[in-house]
């Protein structure tokens, strides 16, 4: 079974400053996927990033770039020159190379970004 | 560009009621999911179709049946709702080209049974 962890209920970040949302993995399989999503206050679920399990350099998507480390089964999100538009619910997810490509979430991480 | 849409965006049942939250996808998507969302919780799927005319299980299928109704629309439906089955639920999909592609999510139903 596939478990995502994520340790940080909650942070905040002074506006400008980067922050790191921590994100922890458990698998058995060799291929496997990591997604960040982003959930403002609206509700919606918004793709960030993606990290494959092979993939040998980190991911990065404009300010936001996965500091993955494979033998630690971590791959963290890094959120650079924050914005007040940055607060928002973050949630780690997984996808193994199983039939129908599932993903497993972790319980999120509340990011508010200070003014 | 609608991408996926889901009606309707709110919903009170009283327990025992039936309902069907209906979903669609105008992204040629093969793969579509069924999710829900507790408060201060990570998304837990309910079920997904891999493709047109297959339907699975996921984490919590219980109290849920799912229909494939075409490769546009994905329907889930309480059959006899509970309290327990108060949540947010959201509906993906995604397109099966490459291990990268995303799931992309509606915005929700918000399901309260008093």
């Known amino acids: 079974a596939q478990k995502i962890t994520q340790t940080q209920p909650g942070m905040f970040v002074q506006e400008k400053e980067a922050v790191t949302l921590d994100c922890t993995y458990d698998t058995s399989d060799q291929s496997y996927g990591l997604f960040w999503y982003k959930q403002p206050s609206s509700g919606e679920m918004i793709f960030l990033i993606y990290q494959g399990s092979y993939d040998e350099q980190n991911a990065t998507e404009g300010r936001y770039s996965l500091n993955f480390q494979k033998a630690r089964k971590s791959a963290n999100l890094v959120i650079s020159a924050s914005q007040l538009g940055d607060s928002a619910m973050y949630f780690c997810?997984?996808?193994?190379?199983?039939?129908?490509?599932?993903?497993?979430f972790g319980g999120g991480t509340r990011l508010m970004v200070k003014p | 560009n609608a991408g996926v849409t889901q009606t309707p965006k709110f919903q009170v049942l009283k327990t025992g009621q039936s309902m069907t939250l209906q979903c669609a996808q105008d992204m040629n998507h093969n793969s579509m999911y069924w999710y829900r969302q507790d408060p201060g919780m990570g998304l837990r799927l309910i079920y997904y179709?891999?493709?047109?005319?297959?339907?699975d299980k996921g984490e919590v299928p219980n109290g849920y049946n799912v229909s494939r109704l075409n490769k546009r629309e994905f329907s889930l439906r309480l059959e006899s709702a509970a309290p327990s089955q108060t949540s947010v639920y959201f509906c993906?999909?995604?397109?099966?080209?490459?291990?990268?592609?995303?799931?992309?999510f509606g915005d929700g139903t918000r399901l309260s049974i008093l």
């Open positions: 993906a999909s995604r397109l099966d080209r490459g291990p990268n592609q995303p799931q992309h």
């Open positions: 179709s891999a493709s047109e005319g297959t339907t």
């Open positions: 997810a997984m996808r193994v190379n199983n039939a129908g490509n599932m993903l497993t």
